[in-house]
């Protein structure tokens, strides 16, 4: 069974620190997706990583995929009260679909 | 507005009475799936559809049906809910299996 596993799962801080959200796995993944989630939506995809090493940046959010494809890394610099909410990573497998991790629920405090 | 919606968004029932979750998009899209969420599990996903009259399980379709007699349409059924069947229950939709995919609102269900 394909894990992939976030942590951490929960991460309280305070407006303008910076933070870093894990996902990892002991899979091989041909592409890896992060999406935001706020309560009462259904998740929003922010970013698909396909190539090992693969860094892609969306304003004050870094996204980085690991070199053997195996994990990747969310990073936000200067969090803002407008980062809060469920970020959820998904990992590509060889018939389409996607192995979600549990998620990491943040909160940035004004 | 390009959209996924569901219907309802929230219900309470009783175990064993039938019901239906609506989902329909507005996008042309051939891919939809039907995902639940539960705390500490992420999402999973229980059917999905490639095109119309296509439909395969997904890693947890026991106690669901679906069917695919529209494009636009994927409606999930529970034809004898229990108490572990309740979840937030997502539909989605995407052109392709690699392209972006599209999820409705939420459908919050408890069985009782």
């Known amino acids: 069974t394909q894990l992939l596993e976030q942590s951490p799962q929960f991460l309280s801080i305070q407006e303008g620190e910076n933070l870093t959200v894990y996902c990892n796995s002991s899979s091989v993944f041909s592409s890896l997706q992060w999406y935001r989630q706020e309560p009462g939506e259904g998740p929003v995809l922010l970013v698909t990583?396909?190539?090992g090493g693969e860094v892609k940046k969306l304003k004050r959010l870094t996204f980085q995929f690991g070199d053997a494809r195996k994990d990747s890394s969310l990073h936000i610099t200067a969090a803002q009260p407008g980062d809060t909410g469920l970020y959820l990573c998904a990992g590509g497998v060889s018939n389409y679909q996607l192995i979600w991790g549990a998620g990491t629920k943040l909160i940035i405090k004004p | 507005e390009a959209q996924v919606t569901q219907n309802p968004r929230y219900l309470i029932t009783v175990t064993g009475k039938k019901l239906t979750v609506t989902c329909s998009q507005n996008m042309n899209h051939e891919y939809m799936s039907w995902y639940r969420q539960d705390p500490g599990l992420g999402l999973r996903q229980i059917y999905y559809?490639?095109?119309?009259?296509?439909?395969d399980k997904g890693d947890v379709p026991e106690g669901y049906k679906v069917s695919r007699k529209e494009k636009r349409n994927f409606p999930l059924i529970l034809e004898s809910p229990s108490p572990n069947q309740t979840s937030l229950y997502f539909c989605?939709?995407?052109?392709?299996?690699?392209?972006?995919?599209?999820f409705g609102p939420g459908t919050r269900l408890t069985v009782l």
């Open positions: 990583v396909v190539t």
């Open positions: 989605a939709s995407q052109r392709g299996p690699t392209d972006t995919q599209y």
């Open positions: 559809s490639m095109n119309v009259e296509v439909t």
